[in-house]
């Protein structure tokens, strides 16, 4: 199934514009109970913290159980002493499914559940499919 480029930039602003909300926000306007992910927030430090552990990205009728293996900070230290951050999740996914870019509902059982535009990426390692997610709260 392929995506226009009009559906893909709406996917992304609805991604971006989710990203600078409070998850405690969304999960109160989506009508979902609050998870523990409303004390531990979304931010490089949370993620970081979790290098290591298994995701759920939910694919079509399915999830698909993703390793997240690499956290990288891409915000100056002038950007990082004014709140902002910018960084970007490396996972590693299994040999038997190939995922497409698209937003995906992504499950953790310590952050709970979020959305994240996934694109696959080429890396040196063969063996698995990797993706990449880029978190960027540096304008806002």
Do not use: C
């Not at 392929?2 to 893909?8: G, K, M, Q």
């Not at 999960?27 to 979902?32: E, L, Q």
């Not at 002038?78 to 497409?100: I, N, V």
């Amino acid at each position: 199934m392929s995506s226009s480029r009009r559906e893909f930039l709406k996917r992304g602003t609805f991604v971006a514009l989710a990203a600078g909300v409070p998850l405690a926000l969304t999960g109160k306007a989506s009508g979902m109970g609050t998870t523990k992910s409303t004390a531990v927030g979304l931010n490089l430090a949370s993620f970081k913290s979790r290098v290591g552990t298994s995701f759920l990205l939910n694919h079509e009728a399915s999830k698909v159980k993703v390793t997240l293996i690499d956290v990288t900070n891409f915000a100056s230290r002038k950007q990082t002493a004014a709140g902002k951050e910018g960084f970007s999740l490396l996972f590693r996914g299994p040999k038997e499914t190939t995922l497409k870019q698209d937003t995906y509902l992504i499950e953790h059982e310590e952050l709970g559940m979020f959305s994240f535009l996934v694109v696959p990426v080429g890396t040196k390692d063969r063996r698995a499919p990797h993706y990449e997610a880029v978190i960027n709260r540096l304008h806002s």
